[in-house]
């Protein structure tokens, strides 16, 4: 008897403990699902910068492409024309290398990410939120995996074009001295070609890595094949197209539901170049299209989603800016046009509710709380500054109840 008391006095002070801790100023530790947030975050931050190092890839492959021409065509001695491509390709080695770098974090990066996420699910005392917790780890894991494998081939395949590139540099000198100035464009144009294609591919990875994180993605069967054999089919530069976004407080799923919507109006519309860029091309469900408000009109915008009766409406999706990777003569213009930065919605019951985007070229949703409402509309307030032209651009705006 007096053993069980003692145990039972034992216990008590265990528990009793880290209250007085905390009470007397200790520092609470972090918690597991503190810590789990924290590195997804992490995560996040390194997909985007591999995107941006993928991106200046991109950029420097496009200028040589071009300066081949220029060097191997230009009045300048042998041994110049050979100088400047290699100096040339050296500087895109150094790119590549950067982006590997990148790549290879986000591996580091992800395995810590699923650790937490393995120690916070074994803390669960009940077997049945434990089991649960368990389904939705392995599901995203087997998501992820995919992705990342797929990912992984491109950046492989993109060092095998830089390994062509410099085998290239050493047929060089020979083929100049034999005049085969037109083979050694063509050459190099295919090569430039191919690593641009591969490279738009990689920009997949970024969009879909950071939707998984977030829960939002189209599930891959379950498969026991190792994920780096799987093929990596139907990958391209497009954005894919929005799915559905889901909210899940704790212990809790919910499925949200798009408010459908054909009156939409604007305060106006910019007609430029045989090109029409109306309110509804917010809604079409192509991010190829989108809305932009006439110039004048830049400070004084709004777009307005109207409703046949009062919504109760919970979330918003929007992508603030230009995607086309493939813009006809220009390429990759999501920079080149303004990009919303931070915007305000109105409500017919008067509320409002403010939203900070990020600059990256992918849909952005932004939940809150409830309210019924007629109509949605968005004015935004500031942009990113444009690399090129000074159009403010909207490709998707959705709303969900």
């Known amino acids: 008897m007096k053993k069980t008391q003692l145990t039972h006095t034992f216990i008590i002070t265990l528990m009793i403990l880290p209250l007085l801790v905390t009470s007397c100023g200790g520092k609470k530790e972090q918690s597991a699902s503190d810590k789990v947030l ?10 985007d910068e591999f995107e941006l190092a993928r991106t200046k890839v991109l950029k420097v492959i496009d200028e040589s ?3 081949m021409e220029k060097y191997l065509a230009g009045n300048v001695s042998t041994k110049e024309k050979v100088d400047n491509y290699e100096k040339d390709w050296n500087r895109l080695a150094n790119e590549v290398k950067v982006m590997e770098t ?12 699923f650790n937490q996420l393995y120690n916070l699910k074994e803390s669960i005392s009940n077997e049945k939120l434990r089991k649960k917790e368990h389904e939705k780890n392995t599901k995203l894991r087997r998501n992820w995996d ?17 390994q062509e590139g410099k085998d290239f540099h050493k047929v060089l000198l020979s083929s100049v001295m034999r005049a085969k100035i037109s083979d050694n464009i063509t050459q190099m144009k295919d090569i430039s070609g191919r690593a641009r294609k591969i490279l738009k591919e990689l920009s997949r990875f970024s969009i879909e890595g950071k939707k998984i994180l977030k829960g939002d993605f189209t599930d891959y069967p379950a498969s026991t094949d190792n994920p780096t054999t799987n093929k990596n089919k139907g990958a391209s530069g497009e954005q894919p197209e929005p799915n559905k976004p889901k909210n899940e407080p704790a212990n809790v799923t919910t499925t949200l539901t798009e408010v459908v919507t054909n009156d939409v109006t604007a305060s106006s519309f910019l007609t430029a170049d045989g090109f029409i860029y109306k309110p509804s091309n917010a809604v079409d469900n192509s991010l190829k299209t989108w809305w932009t408000p006439k110039q004048a009109d830049i400070n004084s915008n709004w777009l307005q989603l109207g ?15 230009s995607h086309y990777p493939d813009f006809p003569n220009y390429g990759d213009i999501y920079r080149m046009n303004h990009r919303v930065k931070t915007a305000v919605l109105e409500f017919s019951d008067g509320s409002t509710e403010t939203i900070n985007l990020k600059d990256v070229d992918a849909i952005q949703e932004f939940s809150f709380a409830p309210r019924k409402t007629n109509y949605v509309i968005l004015r935004i307030k500031t942009w990113y500054p444009s690399e090129k032209w000074k159009d403010l651009c909207v490709s998707h705006f959705k709303v969900f109840k």
């Not at 924290?38 to 997909?47: G, H, Q, R, S």
């Open 65 to 67: 492409a071009k300066n």
């Open 38 to 47: 924290e590195f997804a975050n992490k995560l996040v931050k390194v997909i």
């Open 146 to 162: 995919k992705v990342y494998a797929e990912a992984d081939k491109d950046v492989n395949k993109i060092k095998t074009v830089l």
């Open 102 to 113: 990148r790549f290879n974090v986000i591996f580091r990066s992800s395995e810590s990410y």
């Open 307 to 321: 409703f046949n009766q009062s919504q109760n409406i919970r979330s918003v999706e929007i992508h603030g800016g």
